[in-house]
């Protein structure tokens, strides 16, 4: 079963990572990729907190906690996964950004990603769509990239997502 999930997630990746071949959607994937680097998400929770005394604390408290619940068991899961990247295990495929450490599986830029959105979506609810429309869109970006494979974004989203409701859960 494995062997036809790892087969099926290499087909798909070689598809989606086609759109490397355009500058267009070369261009947009590093952007949004950027988008997905961790400094922004504690700048913004910083604004909000100061920028909303009532809610703003709570967003902050919510961030943090579940960047908290997130991060360890992603490394936990990256250290002991150790899943090779695609542009080190699909031939003729190469990073077009350098990644942040030598483990495909999960994705974190996809996990923070959808953490931040879902947390949002509580705190903006009228953003929601936007907000997974754009972390939707960093996952894809980790694909055109050539750093990870489309189970990789999924199993990062779901962590995120998963870590984002466990601290709701255990705050509001």
Known sequence: MWQR????DKRCFLILNRAADRPLCQLAARQ?????????????ALVAAAADPHQGPLLFGLL?????????????LKTR????????????????????????????????????????????????????LWSCGVAWARIVLGVHYP??????????TMAALMSMNMLL
Do not use: K, N
């Not at 988008?35 to 504690?42: E, F, I």
């Not at 943090?64 to 936990?76: G, H």
């Not at 495929?93 to 879902?118: E, I, K, M, N, Q």
């Open 81 to 132: 996964l150790r899943r090779a990247r695609p542009c080190q295990a699909v031939a003729g495929c190469r990073a077009l950004v350098d990644p942040h450490d030598r483990f495909s599986l999960p994705s974190g830029h996809s996990a923070a990603a959808f953490l931040f959105a879902t947390i949002l979506c509580w705190y903006i609810p009228e953003l929601g769509p936007w907000c997974f």
């Open 151 to 160: 189970g990789d974004v999924v199993a990062g989203a779901s962590l995120g």
């Open 32 to 44: 949004l990729s950027r988008s997905g680097d961790g400094a922004g998400y504690a700048l913004f």
């Open 64 to 76: 943090l906690m579940a960047y908290a619940i997130e991060l360890p068991l992603y490394w936990i």
């Open 5 to 8: 999930l790892d087969s099926w």
